[in-house]
Structure formats: structure tokens, C-alpha cells
């Protein structure tokens, strides 16, 4: 037996668990939704290296790579807001060390799950280094391609 080989935890242990992690993780359509809907205290960090933001990023991100955030992470997020920080995708630990950094700092994080790679994926709006902005469509295997939400 794989799966209940370990019992499933507890109600209390859950709630705990499961909470501790909506307070460390958000996903990329939350963070789209808030952002289109100017949400405050929200500050959308893009912590890969320049070459990677040239390249694309999600619209309405700042850019801050992880070596620079000791430095000028706390002058970035203004006092009340919560960065977001994200790197490539689920593969890269990147937005991890980031958030270690702004965690270390005292600024309110939470790392964006599936990073760069899934806010493609998902169809939302990239921005170019040259300013130009691009919107592909959402990938069968990560949203729901009407355009609907996933409302989950």
C-alpha cells in the first residue's frame, strides 16, 4: 500500500500544515487576478538575473535579482506591502533564496509557485526588455483554455 502506507495526518496537524503554507506560497493566477484588479500591498518581484529579464517577465514585476536584495530589497517594498518574488519555474529553488533574503530583511513574503515559466504558461502578459508586451494561450495542462478561471 503507497498511499495510506503513512496514515494521513490529523485535522489539527492538516490545518496546520496546509495553512503554514497559503501563508509562505501563492499561485500565479491569484497573483495575476490581484495585480489586474490593482490589489494593494502587492509588489510582484522578478529575482532572476538581467539577461533573464530582457528576455520576458511578467507584466507589472520589478526587477530585483536575489544578490542585490540585501541591499535594496527593503527600500523596494514600501512598509504594509508583501513581496512576491519568483524565478524560473518549480525547478529552480531561485525564489526560495529570494524570499530567504526579504525574509531576513523583516519585509512580509511569499513566493509565487511555478515562477516565470507557469505565468507563461498560464497565458498571462509577458513584457519584453524592450517594453513590448505579449500574451500567449494558456497551456491545457496548467488553466483552462476558455479563459475562464480554474476557481479552485
Given at each position: 500500500?503507497?498511499?495510506?502506507?503513512?496514515?494521513?495526518?490529523?485535522?489539527?496537524?492538516?490545518?496546520?500544515?496546509?495553512?503554514?503554507?497559503?501563508?509562505?506560497?501563492?499561485?500565479?493566477?491569484?497573483?495575476?487576478?490581484?495585480?489586474?484588479?490593482?490589489?494593494?500591498?502587492?509588489?510582484?518581484?522578478?529575482?532572476?538575473?538581467?539577461?533573464?529579464?530582457?528576455?520576458?517577465?511578467?507584466r507589472g514585476a520589478v526587477?530585483?535579482?536575489?544578490?542585490?536584495?540585501?541591499?535594496?530589497?527593503?527600500?523596494?517594498?514600501?512598509?504594509?506591502?508583501?513581496?512576491?518574488?519568483?524565478?524560473?519555474?518549480?525547478?529552480?529553488?531561485?525564489?526560495?533564496?529570494?524570499?530567504?533574503?526579504?525574509?531576513?530583511?523583516?519585509?512580509?513574503?511569499?513566493?509565487?509557485?511555478?515562477?516565470?515559466?507557469?505565468?507563461?504558461?498560464?497565458?498571462?502578459?509577458?513584457?519584453?526588455?524592450?517594453?513590448?508586451?505579449?500574451?500567449?494561450?494558456?497551456?491545457?495542462?496548467?488553466?483552462?483554455?476558455?479563459?475562464?478561471?480554474?476557481?479552485?
Amino acid at each position: 500500500m503507497r498511499v495510506l502506507g503513512v496514515p494521513a495526518a490529523g485535522s489539527e496537524a492538516a490545518v496546520a500544515h496546509f495553512a503554514g503554507r497559503l501563508a509562505f506560497e501563492c499561485d500565479v493566477s491569484d497573483v495575476a487576478g490581484d495585480l489586474a484588479e490593482g490589489a494593494p500591498g502587492i509588489v510582484l518581484v522578478d529575482t532572476r538575473g538581467d539577461a533573464a529579464w530582457r528576455q520576458g517577465h511578467a507584466r507589472g514585476a520589478v526587477h530585483l535579482p536575489t544578490a542585490e536584495i540585501a541591499a535594496r530589497g527593503a527600500g523596494l517594498v514600501p512598509p504594509g506591502a508583501t513581496a512576491v518574488v519568483y524565478c524560473w519555474g518549480p525547478g529552480c529553488n531561485g525564489a526560495q533564496r529570494a524570499a530567504l533574503e526579504f525574509a531576513r530583511l523583516g519585509v512580509p513574503v511569499k513566493e509565487m509557485l511555478g515562477g516565470y515559466e507557469y505565468w507563461v504558461r498560464e497565458g498571462f502578459a509577458v513584457e519584453d526588455g524592450r517594453g513590448a508586451v505579449t500574451r500567449g494561450a494558456p497551456d491545457p495542462l496548467t488553466a483552462p483554455v476558455s479563459g475562464i478561471t480554474c476557481d479552485c
